[in-house]
C-alpha cells in the first residue's frame, strides 16, 4: 500500500488515535509514518518525532498483568501444597523428592537475590513499582536517566507532570538522582517545577539535599 492510499485509510482516524498507533510499535512502514505526519500538519497540528522504541502500554494494562500472575502463582503453590501433603500419606520419597525441589527453587532465587547489587535490586523493585502507587514509566525512566525513553514518553503520553500518590514527579526523580539532561529536557517540555509532595518539597529541594548544585541552578533559572 502506497503513502496516498494510507493517507486516505488514516485521514478519518483522530490525531490522537495516529499518534498512538506510531506509539504502540505496530511495525509501521517507513510510508504509514509519512502519511500520519502528513496528515497531522495539514491539520495544523505539532507532529512529534517518531519513537526510537515502541512506547509501553498503559499502566493499568501493567497492573492488571502482574495481578494476574501473582494469583496464577499462588493458586499454583496451593495446589502443590495440596499434592505434597497428599504424597506425605502414601509415597513419602517422592514427597520428600518434591518438597526438596520446590526449596530448591525458592533458595536459588534468594542466593540470585544476595548476590544482587543494591543497584540491581533497587532498580527492580522500581520496576515492580510501576503502575502501583500512582509510579508511572516516566517516572521510572527519568529516576534512571534514559533520556530516549524520556523523550518518547513525554512526545506520545501525557504524564509528565502527573503526581504519585506522595505526590513525586518524574522532574522530581531526575533531579533527587542527578540526570541533568533529563531536567533539562523535562523543564523545556513545560514540567511543573513548582509542584510539591505531600511533605512540601519540590524538584528543586530534592537536588539540593543531594548536592546537584546544576540541576539546582537549573530549576531556579
Not at 6 to 18: A, G, I, M, S
Not at 118 to 140: C, Q, W, Y
Request: hydrophobic share 40%; charged share 25%; with cysteine.
Amino acid at each position: 500500500m502506497n503513502k496516498n492510499d494510507l493517507k486516505t485509510q488514516y485521514d478519518e482516524y483522530t490525531t490522537e488515535h495516529l499518534l498512538q498507533l506510531r506509539a504502540r510499535g505496530d511495525g509501521l512502514i517507513d510510508e504509514a509514518h509519512a502519511a500520519i505526519e502528513e496528515i497531522i500538519e495539514s491539520r495544523g497540528e505539532l507532529v512529534p518525532p517518531r519513537p526510537k522504541s515502541p512506547i509501553s502500554q498503559k499502566q493499568k494494562t501493567r497492573n492488571k498483568n502482574q495481578n494476574t500472575f501473582k494469583l496464577i502463582f499462588s493458586v499454583i503453590a496451593f495446589f502443590c501444597a495440596a499434592v505434597i501433603a497428599q504424597l506425605l500419606k502414601v509415597n513419602i520419597p517422592l514427597a520428600f523428592f518434591i518438597s526438596f525441589i520446590f526449596i530448591a527453587y525458592l533458595l536459588y532465587g534468594w542466593n540470585k537475590k544476595r548476590k544482587s547489587s543494591p543497584e540491581d535490586v533497587a532498580r527492580a523493585e522500581a520496576l515492580a513499582k510501576i503502575g502501583t502507587g500512582g509510579f508511572t514509566e516516566l517516572m521510572f525512566f527519568a529516576s534512571e536517566g534514559n533520556l530516549e525513553k524520556v523523550q518518547d514518553l513525554v512526545n506520545y503520553t501525557d504524564e509528565i507532570n502527573t503526581q504519585d500518590h506522595q505526590g513525586g514527579t518524574a522532574l522530581m526523580y531526575a533531579s533527587k538522582n542527578g540526570h541533568e539532561k533529563i531536567v533539562e529536557f523535562l523543564l523545556n517540555a513545560k514540567a511543573n517545577r513548582e509542584l510539591k509532595t505531600k511533605n512540601g518539597s519540590t524538584a528543586s529541594d530534592f537536588a539540593h539535599r543531594e548536592s546537584h548544585e546544576k540541576i539546582v541552578r537549573l530549576l531556579s533559572s
